[in-house]
Nanobody, 117 residues
């Protein structure tokens, strides 16, 4: 059973930065497409960034130029560097592998990001 653990969230002022981390036990992340998702109350979880096993990346339009997804295969960890944060970035952030366009594993607990002055 794969277990995902997200960390690095917190309260930050608009314009600030955070780096989220996603660690996994029970699988090797490097062979999978990995994604970061955001969920806000009353809305479906949405994909905001993904990275392929080869390192290609893709971003949801609202975060392009501000967020960077990366992976450290030696640490079996995926990161999301979030800069120039806006209030609309607030939410719980989750990571997961993607297969056939869908999340592959059980969700972790997520990490809360709150952007507020």
């Amino acid at each position: 059973q794969v277990q995902l653990v997200e960390s690095g969230g917190g309260l930050v002022q608009p314009g600030g930065s955070l780096r989220l981390s996603c660690a996994a036990s029970g699988s090797i992340l490097s062979i999978y497409v990995m994604g970061w998702y955001r969920q806000v109350p009353g809305k479906q979880r949405e994909l905001v960034a993904l990275i392929t096993s080869g390192g290609s990346t893709n971003y949801e339009d609202s975060v392009k130029g501000r967020f960077t997804i990366s992976r450290d295969n030696a640490k079996n960890t995926v990161y999301l560097q979030m800069n120039s944060l806006k209030s609309e970035d607030t939410g719980v952030y989750y990571c997961n592998a993607r297969q056939s366009g869908r999340p592959l594993w059980p969700w972790g607990q997520g990490t809360q990001v709150t952007v507020s002055s």
